[in-house]
């Protein structure tokens, strides 16, 4: 039994900040291979922010220097700060963990942004 879950999610202005967190079973918590991706309406899933099975961190360009990746291992947690939120970030947030050849994932947590 593997779970990813998700919170932090919500209703926000244009301009604003969310903190998301995603919290992991135990038995497939690393760094390593965890991140963030998010679905837009009408668009396809897409990759946000990972921790690469490397050991860095890859940002989509859409959101680099505004979003940022975070851990705390002691909480089996990932986080995803979200700030100068825009419209475009309206999307379904999910998180993503790859382990020992299988992809793991949240059940996704809504951000919605107004303009």
């Known amino acids: 039994q593997v779970q990813l879950v998700e919170s932090g999610g919500g209703l926000v202005q244009a301009g604003g900040s969310l903190r998301l967190s995603c919290a992991a079973s135990?038995?497939?918590?690393?760094?390593?291979?965890m991140g963030w991706f998010r679905q837009r309406p009408g668009k396809q899933r897409e990759l946000v922010a990972i921790f690469t099975i490397d050991g860095t961190i890859n940002y989509a360009d859409s959101v680099k220097g505004r979003f940022t990746i975070s851990s705390d291992n002691a909480k089996n947690t990932v986080y995803l700060q979200m700030n100068s939120l825009k419209p475009e970030d309206t999307a379904v947030y999910y998180c993503y963990k790859f382990r020992y050849g299988n992809s793991y994932w949240g059940q996704g947590t809504q951000v919605t942004v107004s303009s």
């Open positions: 135990e038995s497939i918590f690393s760094i390593n291979g």
